[in-house]
């Protein structure tokens, strides 16, 4: 019996134009044990169509969230994972369907997850492939790698379902053993990456009207690391902090920097002199 927190698991369609492909998808993560549905702009949706193409899985329908952007449909999720065919101008983390259903096991227990699936013509943008962590590819035949909509979500979803099975007969090891705090969420992150370049952005180290592609490797490499909530507020306060020093430009900071450093030497080793005081004072009362 397979086992795991399917509640955690989001299924996110983007800007789908048919309303057929929704009731399809729908009917696809109900075969295969997934309920939550998040719609990010329909174009038609609720729809009678739709309601047919998923027999069954009315219920997923009606349950349905939508969002105006795909950031607010993630924002709180910790794992993020996109649907895609192509290859892009800076290289991503891609997974095949069956790491990117271990990588979602792995994290479903503690953090919530999205799998992103874009438009039937066009997939996802990428801008949006860049609000990912990982993408997916389904190796489809070269001539005609283009899958059915509501087809890449069933085997996305087969293949969770597929190693959730597995998991329950071998325990499939899991890194959340040791990770003990929760993953930061897609709006944390995107509040440290707009902060991160308005600091840069003051420090002239980048240049918003000549980008030479920064930030997006800046994404690129906070996503291949995957922080917690606790590191994601250790970089925001080093920020912080870089903020402070550029509004309060002080030319003798250094210099109180060595005093409080001489000032703190002095108190150790007055310290060290008064605990070797009192241990000759023990010495000579013993004896």
């Known amino acids: 019996m397979e086992k795991f927190n399917s509640d955690n698991i989001r299924v996110v369609l983007v800007n789908t134009s048919h309303p057929g492909n929704i009731g399809a998808s729908a009917r696809a993560m109900k075969n295969m044990g997934l309920s939550r549905l998040t719609l990010v702009q329909p174009v038609d949706f609720p729809s009678v169509t739709a309601v047919g193409r998923a027999a069954s899985a009315l219920d997923i329908l009606e349950n349905a969230t939508v969002h105006d952007t795909l950031q607010d ?12 065919a192509r290859s892009r ?24 997850v999205a799998l992103v699936f874009g438009r039937e013509d066009s997939g996802l943008t990428n801008e949006e492939l860049q609000l990912c962590h990982f993408h997916v590819q389904i190796p489809a035949a070269g001539q005609y790698s283009s899958l059915n ?30 990770w003990d705090i929760k993953r930061a969420t897609g709006d944390q992150v995107e509040q440290l990456y707009e902060h991160l370049e ?28 995957r922080l917690d909530s606790m590191e994601m507020n250790i970089l ?19 210099k109180s920097a060595r005093k409080r450093s001489e000032s703190n030497d002095d108190a150790i080793r007055s310290k060290q002199q008064r605990k070797r005081k009192r241990k000759d004072f023990s010495d000579a009362a013993m004896n």
């Open 149 to 178: 909509l509501a087809a890449a979500v069933l085997v996305i979803c087969y293949e969770l379902r597929r190693s959730a099975m597995r998991v329950a007969e071998d325990q499939f090891p899991s890194d959340e053993e040791y």
């Open 198 to 225: 308005d600091v840069l952005v003051r420090l002239d180290f980048h240049d918003p009207d000549n980008p030479r592609q920064l930030m997006q490797r800046m994404r690129r490499m906070f996503n291949r690391i």
């Open 89 to 112: 101008k800076i290289p991503w983390p891609v997974l095949l369907p069956e790491q990117c259903a271990e990588k979602v096991l792995q994290d479903c227990e503690r953090n919530r």
């Open 236 to 254: 925001r306060g080093i920020l912080t902090h870089i903020e402070f020093h550029l509004n309060n430009p002080d030319p003798d900071s250094g």
């Open 73 to 84: 449909a993630i924002a709180d999720c910790g794992l993020v994972i996109g649907a895609s």
